[in-house]
């Protein structure tokens, strides 16, 4: 179901599995490099094997360190991205699946940063964004 809505579409899905399989069927072709999470959401890791991307794990921290924040390995990312031409990375920066880490607000900036400087799409899944507010 498509809708405008401020001079943007908006396709709603059924969930982040739908939305990812129509993400790559429509965006990826065989042997284009994605960037996901690793470890990941096992659901992601097989829609893109099974459009025969090319996936490539970046580290997820789950245990805070002096200069180690939670989340995606930033430089680990900006190497990734500086060594290989990739179509797409795919986030899930609130309490990610299966870590449940959530980027800091200072290193989700590092990150922006970073994903303009290589010009790389992001999927972002929010799918677990309210939780912080329960809490």
Known sequence: MQAHQRGE???IT??????LDLIAKAFIRSGDTVVLENPTYPGASAVFNGVHARCLGVPVRTHAEPGSPLGIDL??????LAN???KLLVLTPDFQNPTG????????????????RYQIPVIEDRIYARLARAA
């Open 84 to 86: 290989n031409r990739v």
């Open 9 to 11: 579409q908006l396709l």
């Open 14 to 19: 059924d969930g982040c599995q739908q939305a």
């Open 101 to 116: 880490t959530s980027i800091p607000v200072a290193e989700r900036r590092k990150l922006l940063e970073i994903i303009a």
């Open 75 to 80: 430089e680990v990312l900006e190497s990734t």
